[in-house]
């Protein structure tokens, strides 16, 4: 019997409960917090978050503090404080009016992150992410979960998934940091004598990090919030053409992780840039959206009324 046999199989048997495998996608991860907020109107509670990158950060908000509306307020306020704004996300197709002196103002911002970019391997202020996840998160160690929690991240620079938990002996914030320092945006994180970057590149939909902590009796429901190119738009340089690349490859790549799901949900957030916080709300809501559609599937899988 091969592996997807034996998860087929599994998922005959009624079901008790269910891991809660939360993906990476930046200003689109807001969508989380929706998922979460309807889950907790239904009475369904995780009974384990695996979370990669922004998944990692929301999820441990909430296996912190279980109070989907408290973590909602508090992820609002970090985002309009100074602390969030203080990072400079590199983006290189900001739209600006047509005025002689906005164009130079772009082309002067383009040519300096151009510059950086051949010359250094980070492009943000990675002790900045440290101080985010510190601030997020609520908690300084995973034994303060109420809600066991496991975090992706990927070994620098061999590449092996390193899943950090309450036995890896690390800082809470520190594995979030790692899960989110995206390569080229952020230096890697030192943890333990090794460095980490961001989970999402090995993992960007940690379903099958999640089946592989699941007991036989619990469901996998991965929340996708990845990315996905218009169908209307061909990239207008090379930056643009590898950028489309590597959102073809992560799409296929989510694509075979959601077989690890027995639920997958997926608010429409897939054309929101990475780099987008601007509009919470609206993310957010697509969460709720999304997850009001997969509740009758869920509750029945799950034996509920």
Same mark, same amino acid.
């Given at each position: 019997? /091969?592996?997807?046999?034996?998860?087929?199989?599994?998922?005959?048997?009624?079901?008790?409960?269910?891991?809660?495998? %939360?993906?990476?996608?930046?200003?689109?991860?807001?969508?989380? &917090?929706?998922?979460?907020?309807? =889950?907790? @109107?239904?009475?369904?509670?995780?009974?384990?978050?695996?979370?990669?990158?922004?998944?990692? =950060?929301?999820?441990?908000?909430?296996? #912190?503090?279980?109070?989907?509306?408290?973590?909602?307020?508090?992820?609002?306020?970090? &985002?309009?404080?100074?602390?969030?704004?203080?990072?400079?996300?590199?983006?290189?197709?900001?739209?600006?009016?047509?005025?002689?002196?906005?164009?130079?103002?772009?082309?002067?911002?383009? /040519? %300096?992150?151009? /510059?950086?970019?051949?010359?250094?391997?980070?492009?943000?202020?990675?002790?900045?992410?440290?101080?985010?996840?510190?601030?997020?998160?609520?908690?300084?160690?995973?034994?303060?979960?109420?809600?066991?929690?496991?975090? /992706?991240?990927?070994?620098?620079?061999?590449?092996?998934?390193?899943?950090?938990?309450?036995?890896?002996?690390?800082? %809470?914030?520190?594995?979030?940091?790692?899960?989110?320092?995206?390569?080229? #945006?952020?230096?890697?994180?030192?943890?333990?004598?090794?460095?980490?970057?961001?989970?999402? #590149?090995?993992?960007? =939909?940690?379903?099958?990090?999640?089946?592989?902590?699941?007991?036989?009796?619990?469901?996998?429901?991965?929340?996708?919030?990845?990315?996905?190119?218009?169908?209307?738009? @061909?990239?207008?340089?090379?930056?643009?053409?590898?950028?489309?690349?590597? @959102?073809?490859?992560?799409?296929?790549?989510?694509?075979?992780?959601?077989?690890?799901?027995?639920?997958?949900? @997926?608010?429409?957030?897939?054309?929101?840039?990475?780099?987008?916080?601007?509009?919470?709300?609206?993310?957010?809501?697509?969460?709720?959206?999304?997850?009001?559609?997969?509740?009758?599937?869920?509750?029945?899988?799950?034996?509920?009324?």
């Amino acid at each position: 019997m /091969t592996l997807f046999d034996r998860i087929f199989a599994g998922r005959q048997q009624q079901k008790s409960g269910f891991v809660l495998a %939360l993906g990476g996608g930046g200003g689109r991860g807001l969508a989380h &917090l929706g998922v979460l907020e309807v =889950l907790e @109107e239904h009475h369904l509670k995780p009974d384990v978050i695996v979370g990669s990158s922004i998944g990692a =950060l929301f999820g441990a908000m909430y296996a #912190v503090n279980p109070d989907a509306r408290m973590v909602i307020r508090r992820a609002e306020e970090i &985002l309009a404080s100074d602390l969030f704004n203080s990072i400079e996300l590199p983006v290189l197709d900001e739209e600006e009016d047509d005025s002689w002196l906005s164009r130079l103002a772009l082309a002067a911002k383009q /040519t %300096l992150l151009y /510059t950086k970019a051949a010359t250094d391997t980070s492009l943000a202020d990675t002790n900045a992410l440290v101080d985010i996840a510190f601030g997020f998160c609520g908690g300084d160690s995973f034994a303060d979960a109420k809600i066991p929690l496991f975090v /992706t991240a990927v070994q620098f620079p061999g590449g092996e998934c390193k899943l950090f938990s309450i036995d890896s002996g690390v800082k %809470l914030p520190c594995a979030i940091a790692a899960s989110m320092a995206i390569p080229g #945006v952020f230096d890697p994180v030192l943890i333990g004598g090794r460095k980490y970057v961001d989970g999402g #590149v090995a993992s960007e =939909l940690p379903s099958k990090e999640a089946r592989m902590v699941a007991r036989p009796d619990q469901l996998v429901v991965a929340v996708n919030v990845g990315s996905r190119p218009r169908p209307d738009e @061909e990239p207008a340089n090379v930056y643009g053409m590898l950028d489309w690349s590597s @959102e073809i490859k992560s799409l296929y790549l989510r694509r075979y992780s959601k077989e690890y799901a027995d639920v997958v949900i @997926e608010p429409l957030v897939s054309f929101t840039q990475w780099h987008d916080f601007s509009n919470p709300e609206q993310e957010i809501d697509r969460g709720r959206q999304a997850a009001y559609e997969q509740m009758p599937r869920l509750i029945e899988m799950l034996g509920r009324k």
